[in-house]
């Protein structure tokens, strides 16, 4: 049996809500609990100033998980705030520490932590990276990642682009890809006509889910094209939307009325906590990623959890968790593509292939292995 860690996990959780990075932090933090390390998450103080937030709120109305221990901390903006978490986790002397990376916006704040914390010499500092490159480009974003960057031991990259995007700052520490696990804390999955009675929707009608934030990169509206061909129009196929805009939802609600399918789009505009999130996926057929441009995704990984069949776009590390043809389809971002899949997927009934494959599938995605690929770089950094 290993010995215990003292384990630290710097990045978002309770009490902002659970969007995919906090769910994923505090899951994580579980896994380590249940190998029997001793874990604490240091989460925000202060996330982004409001002005910069693009959603109504940045924090969770769900009671605080009481199986965490979470510590209120990082002030994003403070130079001051940050030498004195560095200086204390320094102090602590944890084993691992584990830095959530998504937005160059961070960087400075999570790289002097992590500079503070190394000069105790005991701690190695893993960064897990969504982004280096982020979606929505922002002015010195390469230079403020580099700052990251250096500042770290070892990396995991949850996609092969972004591993890539390491390598072009750095090509000299250990850094490693292993896809997203999965997402499994959303409860066990129910039957398709309670959910869709809790959520009072039509039990007689087939549902395509598009689930999260909507950015302009998610494609939505690619998505929307796709649902006014003749053949979808015709359908009993409806579009399930839910997720809170984060650009202005002005353009997609002109969008579907220009194109005259209003009838056949269902649209919750609002942010989905984690207890509503059984009943969207386990009410649609079929989950859709329509993304311009990705990473990875934490919603492929919420879709294997509930054994959905996918259709996703050949964009970043999508096409890597989702075989085409097997859970689902990987189509180009172009509507018509996408119209074309989601009519195959219908017409020659492969929700219940699809998702028997996903079942199996999933196992890859363990959060065992996940911590295993974690450990291996810390051994490299130990041979060092």
Request: proline share 5%; net charge positive; aromatic share 12%.
């Amino acid at each position: 049996m290993n010995t215990p860690r003292n384990v630290i996990i710097v990045g978002t959780a309770y009490p902002f809500r659970g969007g995919g990075i906090s769910t994923f932090n505090e899951r994580m933090a579980r896994a380590y609990q249940q190998q029997g390390d001793d874990v604490t998450i240091y989460t925000f103080s202060l996330q982004y100033p409001s002005f910069l937030f693009p959603g109504k709120s940045q924090y969770s109305s769900e009671p605080a998980p009481g199986d965490l221990r979470i510590e209120v901390a990082v002030n994003s903006v403070n130079p001051f705030n940050w030498f004195r978490v560095g200086r204390k986790l320094r102090k602590l002397k944890p084993d691992l520490v584990i830095i959530r990376y998504w937005i160059p916006f961070m960087a400075p704040s999570l790289g002097t932590i992590a500079s503070v914390i190394r000069k105790n010499k005991h701690s190695k500092v893993v960064a897990i990276t969504d982004n280096i490159i982020p979606h929505e480009k922002m002015p010195g974003g390469r230079l403020l990642s580099k700052y990251f960057v250096n500042r770290c031991d070892a990396f995991v990259a949850m996609s092969r682009s972004v591993l890539s995007d390491l390598e072009k700052l750095d090509n000299q520490k250990p850094k490693t890809y292993t896809p997203h696990p999965l997402y499994d804390n959303f409860g066990k999955a129910i039957s398709k006509d309670e959910a869709k009675r809790n959520l009072g929707l039509d039990s007689q009608t087939a549902y395509i889910l598009f689930f999260g934030f909507i950015r302009e990169y998610k494609g939505l509206d690619l998505l929307l094209k796709a649902f006014a061909d003749e053949r979808l129009r015709k359908s009993d196929v409806k579009l399930l939307i839910a997720g809170e805009f984060y650009i202005d939802r002005q353009p997609y609600l002109d969008l579907i009325n220009t194109m005259g399918i209003s009838e056949k789009v269902i649209l919750h505009d609002r942010f989905i906590p984690n207890t509503e999130i059984v009943n969207y996926f386990c009410a649609a057929e079929i989950v859709a990623q329509p993304y311009r441009e990705a990473t990875q995704s934490g919603i492929t990984q919420v879709a294997y959890h509930f054994n959905k069949p996918m259709i996703t776009t050949n964009v970043g590390g999508l096409s890597e968790t989702v075989p085409d043809g097997k859970v689902g389809y990987v189509v180009n971002p172009v509507s018509g593509e996408i119209a074309d899949a989601l009519v195959r997927f219908f017409t020659e009934n492969k929700e219940r292939e699809f998702s028997a494959n996903a079942a199996v599938e999933k196992q890859r995605f363990s959060w065992e292995n996940f911590l295993k690929v974690i450990d291996d770089l810390i051994n490299q950094l130990k041979k060092e």
